[in-house]
């Protein structure tokens, strides 16, 4: 086998363990929370602090794989993917697995773009397309196998395996790629890191969402909700008055004059929020309140992985055909009536006759949608930005899932509480009853565990358990449909034809997988904008 071929197995490699893990994670959540505890609010952050490194520092990430090289951020980032993942498998309490989540979220923004970065560097340009198409497709491979292998995984060993079982696919990766990849001198002329931007946007994404995964249990004026939440404000606007005016920022804000790109970017947060919020509360709904086993609950998400990897090229081909902005509008608005079919769903649902239907109509919608909306905000960038183009896009998509969950998991959380109290209203229950309801309330989307109250007051604090999580999780689906369609509005609203073109057909997998092969001409998001040519 080629060096070529070796570099592009490599970079699949490394893709495919952080793609796995990423999606297999969701249908572990309720065995985790079993073995270790946490309730809600722990699983809010085992998801929550993965996406909070990834997606604040992924435009750092490739900045030091330009001044580096990006074999050895590639080997560094997946080494280090693999050795978290570990420490993962063995983490003894849930506040060391959310640690250790959050150092995979730091591996993870070294990997994602030195990925593409290998590619680039062993593949001349003729050749780079096809490369990059096998890279995309692998991933999004990854993330089909994600929910089954993960929901066996649970179901058959423990959640512990789901981790654990990185490492062979990481030591394949690192030995491939130190194989086939040249090492490169690290540049000397490069543009310096803005670790300044890249500190203040991690405290100032990390306040807000600690506010909203506290406030549950403390209160909106409880101290603990207060300072974080509103430290993390004032940080986030230091972090944009320090890129304003920044002499190399991670994230240029002229880029957002542009209309398309400001409106796309828009869009893509309130989709991806969207989605977010879907996938964890669905996984969680299916698990722990209509009793489903976690393989079942991956299989059952499957349909839309499917849908889309079958469907999203196409519809890229017809997009680019009849111009991006009906497919920006429609799409999103056909997924958000998917989603609000989901508000049929309870406890004792039927898959094919309930959740299927949604499910269906919601992947036909995401299909049409999310090729053209990654096409249209890299068309509005200058060719020579398309990398940091595509890499601000990204990052939008990971804090928007990121903040979504955290803020619909407050809003989740005292749904429930409140439909519990209605429900078991005027009823004077035994300190057992008490407690049971009290550790109900903890884990937010379940059911009670009512196995020692027999007889009537069993069944009412069943009952009342049961209809509040019911409605708590139709809460959060209305108001993540209510964003998907949000962002179908705002691409009716303001998508205008592209200023170059970027085929739809492409950006097949959107920021769900990969990255566009647009994005390859220049993929190291800092090295996008300096006018010095990159040395060999």
Not at 312 to 326: F, M, Q, V
Not at 360 to 373: E, K, N, Q
Request: hydrophobic letters at 55%.
């Amino acid at each position: 086998m080629t060096a070529k071929r070796l570099a592009l197995l490599a970079a699949i490699m490394g893709s495919f363990v952080a793609g796995l893990d990423a999606s297999a994670v969701n249908v572990a959540l309720p065995s985790i929370s079993a073995d270790l505890g946490g309730g809600l609010a722990g699983q809010q952050w085992v998801a929550n602090a993965y996406l909070l490194a990834l997606g604040s520092l992924i435009l750092v990430g490739g900045s030091l794989g330009d001044l580096l090289g990006e074999r050895r951020m590639f080997v560094l980032g997946v080494s280090g993917f693999g050795v978290v993942s570990v420490l993962c498998a063995a983490a003894p309490s849930i506040e060391v697995l959310i640690a250790c989540r959050a150092l995979q979220g730091v591996f993870g923004a070294l990997l994602t773009p030195s990925s593409l970065a290998v590619i680039v560097s062993a593949f001349p340009q003729r050749e780079r397309g096809a490369a990059i198409g096998s890279w995309t497709a692998w991933a999004g491979i990854a993330t089909v196998v994600g929910p089954l292998a993960g929901g066996y995984l649970v179901d058959a060993a423990s959640w512990r395996w789901i981790f654990a079982i990185n490492v062979p696919f990481v030591a394949i990766a690192v030995t491939l790629v130190l194989r086939a990849v040249p090492a490169r001198d690290p540049g000397r002329a490069r543009v310096p890191v803005d670790w300044a931007g890249a500190g203040l946007c991690v405290l100032g994404l990390a306040g807000p969402v600690l506010a909203l995964i506290r406030q549950p249990a403390s209160g909106w004026g409880a101290p603990d909700v207060l300072i974080p939440g509103l430290a993390g404000l004032a940080l986030l606007g230091a972090f944009l008055a320090w890129e304003a005016r920044a002499e190399h920022p991670m994230l240029p804000l002229s880029l957002f004059r542009r209309r398309n790109f400001a409106v796309g970017n828009a869009q893509t947060f309130a989709m991806y929020g969207g989605l977010g919020a879907t996938f964890f509360f669905l996984v969680l709904f299916l698990q722990q309140v209509a009793g489903y086993a976690a393989l079942q609950a991956g299989v059952a998400t499957l349909p839309t992985t499917i849908i889309m990897f079958s469907l999203s090229k196409r519809a890229g081909r017809l997009a680019d055909r009849h111009g991006p902005r009906l497919f920006m509008g429609l799409g999103p608005i056909v997924a958000a009536a998917g989603l609000a079919l989901m508000l049929r769903l309870d406890a004792g649902l039927d898959y094919w006759t309930d959740l299927f239907p949604a499910l269906l109509l919601f992947s036909l919608g995401l299909s049409a949608t999310v090729a053209p909306l990654t096409a249209t905000v890299l068309a509005d960038a200058d060719e020579r930005n398309a990398g940091i183009a595509s890499g601000v896009n990204n990052a939008v998509a990971r804090v928007a899932g990121l903040l979504t969950v955290a803020a619909l998991g407050a809003v989740g959380a005292a749904s429930f509480t409140a439909s519990v109290d209605r429900g078991l209203d005027g009823r004077r229950l035994d300190p057992q009853a008490q407690r049971v309801v009290q550790e109900a309330k903890r884990r937010t989307l379940a059911r009670a565990d009512t196995g020692a109250l027999p007889g009537p007051e069993g069944a009412a604090v069943a009952s009342a358990v049961t209809d509040a999580a019911v409605h708590a999780f139709r809460l959060g689906i209305g108001i993540a449909a209510g964003l998907v369609a949000l962002g179908g509005l705002l691409g009716l609203a303001g998508i205008v034809n592209p200023r170059r073109v970027v085929r739809c057909e492409d950006c097949p997998g959107g920021q769900l997988a990969g990255q566009p092969a647009d994005a390859a001409r220049d993929p190291l998001p800092a090295v996008a904008l300096p006018a010095r040519p990159r040395t060999a």
